[in-house]
């Protein structure tokens, strides 16, 4: 895993999976979570997990392609050497995301964080942030039975997310539990 100077390890970043190859020319289409998402415009280096480390490719190009964007990447140049790409979930470094403003969060940062009720009651941790189509859906652990919960990321559950907190708190669940 890559380290920074002070010797931590980097956070790495999910935006998307490769779906296979695409045209004759060694691109690779990549399915975005966030499909409103620009930040691969804007980087030169893309992560694959490998075991428990990651693969580091550099971007020589990248452009939309209906849903998608085609990535060309260094060292592949025919459709067969992307297809041993296929399914890859892509990352990035958390450091080149683009500064949040005031209130915003990134999914990645809700993992961990205890989720109560309004009335203080506590659900669990987030164990992982789903991206569906909808919304994203928080996946709670509770700690006593062990129990998954799912809750949407949708204001009619959503009453406040504190970051620096590590909290969030949600009302109206009760259909969901």
Not at 172 to 177: F, P, R, W
Request: proline residues 5%; negative net charge.
């Amino acid at each position: 895993m890559k380290r920074n100077p002070d010797g931590e390890a980097e956070k790495y970043v999910p935006v998307g999976k490769i779906r296979g190859p695409w045209g004759l020319k060694g691109e690779a289409k990549l399915e975005l979570y966030r499909k409103d998402s620009k930040v691969l415009f804007e980087t030169r280096q893309i992560y694959l997990k490998a075991g428990f480390s990651f693969r580091e490719l550099s971007v020589l190009s990248v452009r939309p392609q209906g849903k998608n964007l085609c990535l060309r990447l260094d060292g592949f140049h025919l459709p067969e050497d992307v297809l041993v790409l296929k399914g890859s979930e892509v990352y990035i470094l958390a450091e080149e995301l683009p500064e949040k403003e005031e209130g915003e969060y990134y999914a990645f940062e809700l993992v961990g964080m205890e989720v109560v009720t309004s009335e203080g009651a506590s659900l669990g941790q987030v164990r992982d942030v789903v991206h569906y189509g909808a919304s994203e859906i928080l996946v709670v652990r509770e700690a006593e039975k062990g129990k998954e919960i799912q809750i949407p990321l949708i204001p009619d559950y959503l009453r406040e997310i504190s970051v620096k907190g590590r909290r969030i708190v949600v009302e109206g669940v009760d259909e969901l539990l």
